[in-house]
């Protein structure tokens, strides 16, 4: 973005009130910005969780280099390889040769074969119609050993239809087969992150004598496959919902979607539909409240007016979060994200009425890269972007919910909240890492 010298910015169409945003999008889509914030997940990241898989992506070089980054300093590029994709090959209309053939010479330079390969193809096999039924085909008959699993690495379909996301949750299910559901079994689909043991999903399960299993918990194939054994599928981060819905469907199971929230209410409902699901007693949510009521308090004695920053990559719900802190005392300032999910409706319409000068910053919105960051006064900030653009040294590092879920989530935020209050963090080196809580070679 140019700016003449000496020239301020003004906020206009970056920054603006809850009173004033507009539902569900409060900014335009225009040219973007993107910040120094890497620590949430994308889809190198969310595949490496298949347990002994390989990926393998086909794309021209300039695209490659984020991937091979990504793979590379979550060290696990003893997982990856590549395919580079040339100007000739477009010209020449063999993309399905160079595809087959690619993966095909680097299957076979491997020392062992994998269970299953993600195959990532790009835009390119898009704009020239590669056929890739044939791709798929002809591997398959090459490597029938070998489980091949439809992966896309398309930015092009981000704005319409399914995100590479959620196709990439969907496609990571999909060699799960048919098998004789277990009774007192669940299976948790869809997101980066097991649940916290303490997590108010696994702890109610385990308390009835159920087996929870999950994808971020799979060590071996074997146990990946027993994900599709369970009598109940569940999912509760918002980009596992499809996938999940799909292989539920496929495979003749019910599921239910329980989405992560701060609302008592609303986690009293989702547990208590898990419990009827499973013809098991409803929860005590009274004592689970009053225990939540009292981190709060706790929090909240210690934390003070200290202004607050939350952003939506720490969670999929920050206007709740927002407004179960309001609601409690506590003085959040600003609330960074770029759109509204409609399951925040309620919680938008709420901050209306009760905090209409809460202010909505955007993160990818161009002058976000010249706005200035920070102020006066340090904040407290809730989330690797909120700490990055309040140039917080106390934020609480997290992304994507964690591990958090339901009361104790709630419980557990106070604590994590207390703690970025209490200390001070390395901001600039800690939110440049790629993929939080994964191991990095920087």
Excluded at 77 to 96: H, K, P, Q, T
Excluded at 185 to 197: I, N, R, T, W
Excluded at 271 to 294: G, Q, T, Y
């Amino acid at each position: 973005m140019l700016k003449r010298v000496g020239e301020s910015i003004d906020t206009e169409g970056a920054v603006t009130t809850v009173r004033d945003a507009a539902f569900p999008a409060p900014f335009a889509s225009e040219l973007e910005f993107n910040s120094p914030v890497h620590g949430n997940w994308n889809i190198v990241h969310t595949g490496m969780q298949l347990p002994e898989s390989r990926q393998i992506y086909v794309c021209a070089d300039n695209c490659m280099r984020g991937v091979v980054l990504t793979a590379a300093e979550m060290n696990a590029a003893d997982r990856f390889s590549f395919v580079i994709v040339e100007e000739e090959n477009l010209l020449n209309g063999n993309l399905e040769d160079v595809t087959i053939e690619g993966v095909t010479d680097v299957i076979k330079k491997l020392p062992e074969y994998p269970k299953a390969v993600l195959l990532f193809t790009v835009c390119l096999h898009h704009f020239l119609g590669c056929d890739l039924d044939r791709v798929y085909r002809e591997l398959e008959e090459r490597f029938p050993e070998i489980v091949f699993i439809r992966c896309y690495m398309d930015p092009i379909m981000q704005k319409t239809g399914l995100t590479p996301d959620q196709k990439l949750r969907k496609a990571m299910y999909d060699p799960l087969s048919e098998r004789t559901p277990e009774t007192k079994s669940v299976s948790l689909l869809g997101s980066d992150f097991a649940l916290d043991e303490t997590a108010d999903i696994p702890r109610f399960l385990k308390e009835h004598g159920y087996a929870v299993r999950e994808l971020p918990a799979c060590k071996t194939w074997e146990e990946y496959l027993e994900l599709s054994a369970s009598e109940l599928f569940v999912s509760f981060y918002p980009p596992g919902r499809y996938g999940a819905e799909v292989q539920a469907e496929r495979l003749g199971r019910q599921h239910l979607y329980l989405p992560a929230c701060f609302g008592y209410d609303e986690i009293t409902q989702h547990m208590n539909e898990l419990a009827d699901v499973l013809h098991l007693p409803s929860i005590d949510a009274k004592d689970e409240i009053a225990a939540c009521e009292r981190a709060l308090e706790q929090a909240h004695r210690e934390i003070g007016d200290t202004p607050i920053a939350i952003d939506y990559l720490f969670h999929p719900r920050p206007l709740g979060l927002a407004r179960l802190l309001i609601s409690h005392g506590f003085v959040v300032e600003t609330v960074y994200l770029d759109s509204i999910s409609p399951e925040e409706k309620e919680d938008f319409e709420w901050l209306r009425e009760h905090a209409p000068g809460l202010k909505l910053a955007a993160t990818i919105q161009v002058k976000m890269r010249v706005l200035p960051r920070g102020g006066e006064r340090e904040v407290l900030a809730i989330g690797q972007k909120a700490a990055w653009f309040t140039k917080s040294r106390h934020f609480v590092n997290m992304v994507q919910g964690g591990g958090l879920y339901g009361f104790d989530g709630i419980r557990q935020l106070a604590q994590l909240m207390t703690e970025a209050f209490r200390e001070e963090k390395d901001t600039e080196s800690l939110v440049i890492q790629k993929g939080w809580g994964c191991d990095c070679c920087l």
